[in-house]
């Protein structure tokens, strides 16, 4: 690309409106723009950045055998209703009606119209195993669109199905594009975590994250400094210890006026947190239930949600505690609910629960004084707890989800009969897997972990111009010429070049070299008349000399060990 004559532009100032550095670097780099909140266009190098990335994800996925298709965007709602899906969604999904007044959505995920285009070849259990994929634009009326392309409302994703007739067939399939995933993201030199995952409205067997390191990230991570445990904390596993138990008490009902929350019953009994039952009350479904945890403890509405098959986790309304407690002082006590309490508190003694009675609460209280339902892993792990793999420390960093897998099992075979005849002519169903990974959030997490003050520093195998070429003078022919040469054979040799052939003052179009972020920058100014140019790479600080004869075999050099 020539800039001269090209559509190509850079921003000197900060954007107001973008709060992530992926977000400011990318509007002011002219590769995005924002038209509508959570809505971007993609300018020609912010375009060619995206298909450099689709390019790494289209040839792994090829090379892992699956097949590349592509789905519609407007999608019947009825497709959705088959599968019980549509009432998941909620208000993310965007909703019209055609002429006819037939409701249609604008598509916020496939996997309904994948296993619509399985029927068609799926007979028997011959006809498996196979995956296909594409790569298209999905739709989902985020209620916070923010930082740039991370969170968004219309955005271009990866999601491919993988098609098996049992689940030892799904294994080896997962094991294919977990290994291609790999794969994807060291070659887009992106630095992650894999993850164990909330399976979520996608359901199914397991899922896995892909996580891009990053102080913004919206998913907290567990990690071990001992081995290679990796949780998002919605899932972590929280290993309970065994307590020292103490000799048992017979519980006293007590006076603790206007102490209603664990702080103020911790310190007006003088206690620590960790000897009060945090009382939480929840509706699981349409269902009240009355979960117990440690006072020092938050509850994990996702661990929660599994315990409970499933169900929909919301906190209660406070006219529906008040219609058989007393808020502040709710307790297990001849309460007829059903109760969940955490593992931990089965390794407790003598600790103190509210009495259901305004101003009172039970100390002493044991397991023995009250009947609970179902005993679980429903907390938040937390850093004081130990690696549930090897014990050892823990820590906590920050993603970006940038990919996903999910063994689905049979969940949405079954609801849409997507099923096979096997060996023994009987009918079953098929077993799916699922896998996803979002185009534009690889962009942005590539931007926010390369990037100095002076703009982007983009990979070079997936910036939009590996080479840029600077024209000092345009009024030195010599040069221009020179320029223009080094330019046509570095494209011609399949070196994606781009001329900076403006005028302008060579301060501008350094800057403006730097602001975009590509690789390899090629100053040809007066060391022409010496046969030198110089030369540097966007993300070292020296540049060097290099004589003409020696230029091309240079930057071929530098393409090839990277």
Known sequence: MKLKNSFFYTL?????????????????????????????????????????????????????????????????????????????????????????????????????????????????????????????????????????????REFTMK???????????????????????????????????????????MGGLLSEEFQALSSIGE??????????????????????????????????????????????????????????????????????????????????DVKLSKLLDNKEITLALPNEVDSFTCQGFIGPIDLNIKVVIDNEVLEMTNFVVGANKEDYHYINVNLNDFKYDIAGDIRFITLDDVCPKCGGKLESVKGIEIGNTFKLGTKYSTCLNLNYLDESNKLKPVVMGSYGIGIGRCMAAIAEQNNDEKGLIWPINIAPYKVAIVIISTKDENQVNYATELYNNLN???IDTLLDDRDERPGIKFNDMDLIGLPIRIVVGKSLNENLVEIKLRKDNESKNIKLDEVIDYIKNIIDNN
């Open 492 to 494: 011609n040799l399949g």
């Open 219 to 300: 998913d907290r991570l567990i990690t071990c400094t001992s081995c290679d445990y990796a949780s998002n904390i919605e899932v972590a596993e929280c290993v309970t210890e065994k307590c020292i138990k103490e000799t048992l008490k017979p519980k006293e009902l007590v006076h603790t006026p206007k102490a209603k929350t664990i702080e103020e019953v911790s310190n007006y009994l003088n206690l620590p947190k960790s000897k009060l039952l945090k009382a939480v009350v929840v509706k699981a479904d349409e269902e009240l239930v009355l979960c117990l945890l440690r006072g020092d403890r938050e509850l994990n």
């Open 159 to 201: 999601d491919a199905y993988s098609f098996d007739k049992d689940l030892e067939g799904l294994d080896k399939s997962y094991s294919k594009i977990y290994n291609a995933y790999k794969n994807i993201f060291n070659k887009l030199g992106i630095n992650y975590k894999i993850v164990k995952a909330d399976t979520g409205v």
């Open 12 to 152: 000197r100032e900060n954007v107001k409106d973008e709060e992530s550095v992926s977000g400011n670097l990318l509007v002011r780099s002219g590769m995005i723009k924002k038209s509508s909140s959570g809505v971007y266009m993609l300018m020609p190098l912010g375009l060619k950045t995206i298909k450099n990335i689709e390019n790494v994800v289209r040839t792994e996925m090829n090379n892992a055998g699956s097949q590349e298709l592509l789905m519609p965007s407007l999608i019947h709602e009825e497709v959705y209703e088959k599968s019980g899906r549509t009432k998941s969604f909620g208000s993310s999904i965007f909703k019209l009606n055609d002429r006819y007044d037939k409701p249609y959505v604008l598509g916020p995920t496939h996997e309904e119209l994948f296993v619509l285009a399985a029927k068609e070849k799926i007979k028997s259990y011959k006809d498996m195993p196979f995956n296909i994929y594409q790569i298209q634009n999905k739709f989902r009326d985020e209620a916070r669109p923010r930082y740039g392309l991370i969170r968004v």
